[in-house]
């Protein structure tokens, strides 16, 4: 079970609950700070769009880069699974590509993706998370990579 940092107690599922409305409401407000705020000074962060990332600063950092080239970006959370302290956030998102991303101008193109972040919770913080995602659908869709549908 995920450890309450006020009691060392393990989190219950109710304020494992809670910890995501919180965690849903910095997203849906891209509120940077906010979100920053819920993962550990010390965590670990795996990501197709930015790699291995180690604690807060880099997380955060990640989180204004994410918003600047999509502004726009909408996250829906498809299904919530808890299991003591882990948890898998099935998604999906849309967005619009409104800045340079890997050297691309912005194109305007819109996109989608669904995926899973699959965290590890401590103390009422994400300790470990890991991004999965189709990352070359996403390149595809904004004009980064071309592709050639099968016949």
């Given amino acids: 079970m995920a450890r309450h940092s006020s009691t060392g107690a393990a989190m219950t599922r109710e304020e494992t609950n809670?910890?995501?409305?919180?965690?849903?409401?910095?997203?849906?407000?891209?509120?940077?700070?906010?979100l920053s705020n819920l993962y550990a000074a010390d965590c670990k962060v795996t990501s197709p769009m930015f790699g291995a990332m180690q604690g807060r600063a880099?997380?955060?950092?990640?989180?204004?880069?994410?918003?600047?080239?999509?502004?726009?970006?909408?996250?829906?959370?498809?299904?919530?699974?808890?299991d003591g302290d882990r948890v898998a956030i099935v998604?999906?998102?849309?967005?619009?590509?409104?800045a340079e991303f890997m050297g691309l101008p912005a194109t305007g193109r819109k996109a989608q993706v669904s995926g899973v972040l699959v965290q590890k919770l401590d103390d009422d913080e994400v300790e470990e998370e890991q991004r999965l995602y189709d990352f070359t659908a996403l390149l595809v869709q904004v004009g980064?990579?071309?592709?050639?549908?099968?016949?």
């Avoid at 998604?91 to 409104?98: D, E, Q």
Wanted: charged share 25%; net charge positive; aromatic share 14%.
């Fill in 91 to 98: 998604f999906s998102t849309t967005a619009t590509h409104s």
């Fill in 18 to 34: 809670r910890f995501y409305d919180r965690w849903h409401k910095a997203w849906a407000a891209q509120d940077i700070c906010a």
């Fill in 144 to 151: 980064v990579l071309r592709a050639k549908v099968g016949h």
């Fill in 58 to 82: 880099a997380v955060s950092e990640s989180f204004k880069r994410l918003f600047k080239v999509f502004p726009d970006l909408r996250m829906k959370t498809d299904q919530l699974i808890i």
